[in-house]
């Protein structure tokens, strides 16, 4: 029996505003513990809540983005349950009427797209922070993050796969980043998914019970979670057990490659939303949505098209750079130096993605400006240093944040074209190797691999490598 996988995802990212979304708190992430804080978005007795304006203007933002509907009247209402971090027992969230409704996104699967359709976006606050302690028999709680402005984006069950959800997932954070909506660090929990993943025949267009994975921020857990559930529910399927499959909230244990349940799922019902008191109505008008829309930015699949289209990139590379912000605007910034794209985009996605992963940072925090990287290129071309030793200057660049010019100054890397100088080298490696020339005049083309690495390990790398192979050619052609 074949089976199909559903997955519904619910996107929470938090808004980047200075202050939470119903008090003049800051919102600085890492801040020292409960300092953060007052009576408003501790939910203390007698406080009252006013929303914060950029919030709205935000959320809109993100919906437009989102090709959703603006609602022009929302409310915002109290969503009621207890748990530690919401010590007032009611999270302020949106039900019925959301800001915004009924959008899309479209994702790309290697070279397809797929059109996943928003539900809705809805405003809400974030709970307090629970700290648990290794071996110890409490909790403790930092409600710095209490009343943090959120945004819940929520898709229809159109997801076939987690693949496709870590896609769309990507997708909805690219667009979130380049909108300047929310910061996006997953490692902050400035973005947290919840997963809702159910199987169903092939061919049954019903919905079979639900299971929702909570509180991912990172992207490779999150497929790691989807396919363990899919896996568990699947093989209850297969053994005539779905009435093990109910309606619970899991988390994914990470250590243990499991999920693991956490509680029942209640229904919307059972949380007896009623329209919160202490704020009136939204009211939002078209100019107001108007002037929103006038401050949206070039999408990242515009950017990825414009790219393809204007710098003749492939779709691998070009969807690349995009998929990072800072990425596609550190590319663009090298280019104003008048260097070909292409070579540009080989070196950023070659050698200086690899610098990133290994120091484990991002574009944004290394210290090697446009500048300096165009200049290190433009070295290349006039000559002066070779791929290999440019390789070098990057890496050392990179750990430095020093010009180029002055690395090779220092360590002296300068490319060397003069031809009395290879020449002197190219006769002693010849005169070494003699069976090496036997070698290639028989037809053995490695032989002349294996004297220019000799010519380069004699130079430390330095040797003009047109010049040299050159040479030795010319050279070997009369011995």
């Not at 978005?41 to 007698?46: I, N, S, T, V, Y």
């Not at 994975?213 to 053994?239: G, H, T, V, W």
């Not at 006039?382 to 030793?389: H, L, P």
Request: hydrophobic share 35%.
């Amino acid at each position: 029996m074949k089976w199909e996988t559903v997955i519904g995802i619910e996107i929470h990212a938090e808004l980047k505003t200075k202050s939470k979304i119903f008090c003049g708190c800051p919102t600085d992430f890492g801040g020292d513990v409960n300092k953060q804080t007052c009576p408003i978005c501790l939910g203390l007795p007698g406080s009252l809540p006013r929303l914060n304006k950029e919030v709205v203007n935000l959320a809109i933002k993100a919906g437009l983005a989102l090709n959703c509907k603006i609602n022009n009247v929302s409310k915002m209402d109290r969503k009621n349950y207890f748990y530690a971090d919401l010590p007032k027992a009611y999270q302020i969230s949106q039900y019925d009427y959301p800001v915004c409704t009924g959008g899309y996104v479209d994702i790309d699967l290697d070279g397809e797209k797929k059109r996943i359709r928003i539900n809705r976006i809805h405003i809400e606050e974030d709970p307090g922070k629970l700290i648990h302690l290794q071996d110890e028999p409490f909790t403790l709680v930092d409600y710095n993050r209490s009343g943090v402005a959120l945004i819940e984006i929520v898709t229809e069950a159109d997801l076939r796969s987690p693949l496709e959800a870590v896609q769309y997932a990507k997708t909805i954070k690219s667009i979130l980043e380049y909108e300047n909506i929310s910061d996006c660090r997953m490692e902050e929990g400035s973005l947290r998914c919840d997963a809702n993943i159910s199987i169903r025949e092939h061919g049954d267009a019903r919905l079979n019970t639900k299971v929702e994975l909570k509180n991912i921020n990172s992207f490779k857990e999150l497929q790691k979670a989807l396919e363990k559930e899919e896996s568990r529910q699947r093989e209850l399927y297969d053994f005539n057990e779905s009435y093990k499959v109910i309606q619970e909230t899991r988390r994914w244990d990470s250590s243990k490659g499991r999920t693991i349940s956490m509680r029942k799922k209640e229904d919307a019902h059972d949380y007896r939303y009623f329209a919160e008191p202490d704020i009136p109505k939204l009211v939002v008008d078209d100019e107001t949505i108007r002037q929103i829309e006038e401050t949206l930015t070039e999408l990242p699949s515009d950017k990825k098209a414009r790219f393809i289209e204007d710098y003749k990139l492939t779709e691998k590379e070009a969807e690349i750079l995009v998929g990072e912000k800072s990425l596609a605007d550190y590319f663009e910034e090298v280019i104003k130096f008048g260097l070909s794209p292409k070579l540009i985009a080989n070196w950023v996605l070659g050698d200086l993605m690899k610098l990133l992963k290994v120091q484990d940072t991002n574009i944004g925090s290394i210290p090697i400006k446009a500048q300096d990287i165009s200049e290190l290129l433009k070295l290349i071309e006039k000559g002066d240093i070779s791929g290999k030793i440019a390789k070098d200057v990057l890496e050392e660049m990179f750990n430095t944040g020093k010009e180029p010019t002055i690395i090779i100054e220092e360590k002296g890397l300068k490319q060397i074209s003069q031809g009395n100088v290879l020449e002197v080298i190219v006769d002693t490696v010849l005169e070494g190797n003699i069976k090496s020339i036997e070698d290639y005049k028989a037809g053995k083309e490695q032989a002349l691999t294996f004297l220019m690495g000799q010519v380069m390990k004699e130079t430390k790398g330095q040797a003009n490598p047109v010049m040299a192979k050159e040479m030795l050619l010319n050279k070997i052609k009369i011995v």
